[in-house]
C-alpha cells in the first residue's frame, strides 16, 4: 500500500465512489457519488483540487478525459472542468424533462462529441413512471446540444403514469468509423410488474429499444441496427453496461444483470455466441411468456429469481488476447408481489469467468465467497477485482486462480485501475463502524502516506471550487 485519501461522500449500498477513477499522466481524477469531482497526484494521493457540486448520484458516475479537459455530469447537468485546475468550462442546459429523469452515467467522448445520457431515476425517484432515457450528444468545446436518441418513446407505451425505461448507465463504445455501439436499460415497473399490474400489462410488447444492444450513426444519431436481448422485460435485467468492441475482428460483446454474455458481428449485428454465466434459476423466459401474454404458465407468488436485479454481470468486463473477463454476482431476490421484492445482499457470492471470445467458450470460472461489484481490470498476466465484503483480488489469467488479495478498511464496491506500477480502488461502501478512502498500491512502496486533502499551489489550482443548487438527500433504491 503506497498511499490512502479520505472518501467522503457515502450513501447505502452504493457507496461513496462506484465509477473508476481515471489516471492521466500523473494525476488521478475521481467523481464520488456527491457528483464532487477531485484531482489527486498519482506518486503521493495528495489533493491537486476538487470542484464541488454536492448533487447526489445513485451512479455509477465518473468522468472522462480529452485534451486536458474533464467531462462529467450531475444528475442535471453535464459539465467541462479545466483539468490543471478544476475551474469550470461550460454547463449543459438541464437534460432530464422532468423530476422523475437524472443523469447516473460517466460521458462518453469522442471525435469533439460528448454523448450523456438521461435514466427513468434519480436520487429520490426510480422507475416511477414518466421516465424515459435520451442520449444527447453534445458539443465538447461548448456544450451545446447537436443531436439527441429517444432509446425510449415519450408516450411510454401508452400509459406514462405508470411506465417508464431506457436510457445508459454507462458510455457508450466506438468504433472508430462512425459508428457508437450503446447498451440501453430496461423498462419499468420492474419486478414482474406493480400494484394491480402484474406481468407489467400496462406497457404490452417488446418495449424497445430497451434491454438492447443499438448501433448509431455517432454523427445524427441514426439507428444503423439493434438486437434486443430481453423484449419484456420482467425483472430489471439490463443492458446496462458498456458494449466491448474489438477492432481487430470487428466484433462487439455485451453483457449484463440477465446473466449471458453475447457476442455479436459489428457490421451486422449478427449474435454470433451466447453464453449463460452465474446461476439462473429458471425464469430466464419469463418475459417471453408475459409478452404472448400467456400469463397462465408464469410462476405464483411469492417465488425467488437468480439472477437477481443486483446480481448477472453487474459491473464491466474487460477483453484482453481474446478472451473476455467477465465478473458475476449470484445473489437470489425473492418476489414478495408484483412491485416488492427482497434480497440478502451480505449473502451474495461471486464470479470471475474466463470467456473465448471467438466462440463464446468458458475457459474458466473461478467462484470468489462475496460479489463482485469491482468489475474486470487486466493488468499483464493477472485481471483484478473487488469483493463486496472488503476484499482485493488478483487472479491469474492463464487458469484463474487466486495469486493475491488484500483487505480493505471498508465493504466495496469500487472498482480498479492499473497505471503503471501504480493500483487505485476504494473502500466505498462502509458498513456501521468501517473507514472510507481511496487506496493506492504500488510495487515496492516502502511505507503508506496518508494525505489529508488540502491542496496547494496557486489559487487557481487549490481549495474548494464550488456550484450551488444540490439536490439534498434522498432515498437509494437499487436499479
Known sequence: ??????????????????????????????????????????????????????????????????????????????????????????????????????????????????????????????????????????????????????????????????????????????????????????????????????????????????????????????????????????????????????????????????????????????????TYVGTHNGHDHDDLLALRRDYAQLPHFPYTIEPGEAGGVETPLALAGGTLYVPVVDVPYKIVRPGTSTADFASGTGEMVAIQAATGKILWDTKLPSSVYGAATVANDLVFTTEYAGKLVALRRSDGAVVWTSSLSADTNAQVVVAGDTLITAASAPQPGQHPEIVAYRLGAGHVATPRGSATGNSAASGTITDTGGLGIGPIRPH
Open 1 to 274: 500500500m503506497a498511499w490512502t485519501a479520505p472518501l467522503q461522500a457515502t450513501n447505502a449500498f452504493y457507496g461513496g465512489l462506484s465509477g473508476t477513477p481515471l489516471v492521466v499522466g500523473g494525476t488521478v481524477f475521481i467523481e464520488d457519488m456527491r457528483s464532487n469531482v477531485e484531482a489527486l497526484s498519482l506518486h503521493s494521493g495528495h489533493r491537486l483540487w476538487i470542484h464541488k457540486y454536492d448533487d447526489p448520484s445513485v451512479g455509477p458516475n465518473g468522468v472522462a478525459y480529452a485534451q486536458g479537459v474533464i467531462y462529467g455530469a450531475t444528475e442535471s447537468f453535464a459539465f467541462a472542468l479545466d483539468a490543471r485546475s478544476g475551474r469550470q468550462l461550460w454547463r449543459s442546459s438541464r437534460l432530464p424533462r422532468n423530476d422523475h429523469e437524472g443523469i447516473d452515467m460517466a460521458p462518453g467522448v469522442f471525435d469533439g462529441t460528448v454523448y450523456v445520457s438521461t435514466v427513468p431515476g434519480n436520487f429520490h425517484d426510480f422507475y416511477k413512471g414518466d421516465g424515459a432515457g435520451v442520449l444527447w450528444a453534445l458539443h465538447a468545446p461548448t456544450g451545446e446540444q447537436r443531436w439527441s436518441f429517444r432509446t425510449v418513446p415519450f408516450s411510454l407505451w401508452g400509459d406514462p403514469a405508470r411506465n417508464s425505461g431506457g436510457g445508459l448507465w454507462n458510455p457508450p463504445a466506438f468504433d472508430g468509423d462512425g459508428a457508437a455501439y450503446v447498451d440501453v436499460g430496461n423498462p419499468g415497473p420492474t419486478n414482474a410488474g406493480g400494484p394491480g399490474n402484474a406481468w407489467a400489462r400496462s406497457r404490452p410488447g417488446p418495449n424497445l429499444y430497451t434491454d438492447s444492444l443499438v448501433k448509431l450513426d455517432a454523427s445524427t444519431g441514426r439507428v444503423l441496427w439493434h438486437y434486443q436481448v430481453i423484449p419484456h422485460d420482467l425483472y430489471d435485467w439490463d443492458a446496462q453496461l458498456s458494449p466491448v468492441y474489438d477492432a481487430g475482428t470487428n466484433q462487439v460483446f455485451i453483457a449484463g444483470k440477465f446473466g449471458r454474455v453475447l457476442g455479436f458481428d459489428a457490421r451486422t449485428g449478427r449474435l454470433l455466441w451466447q
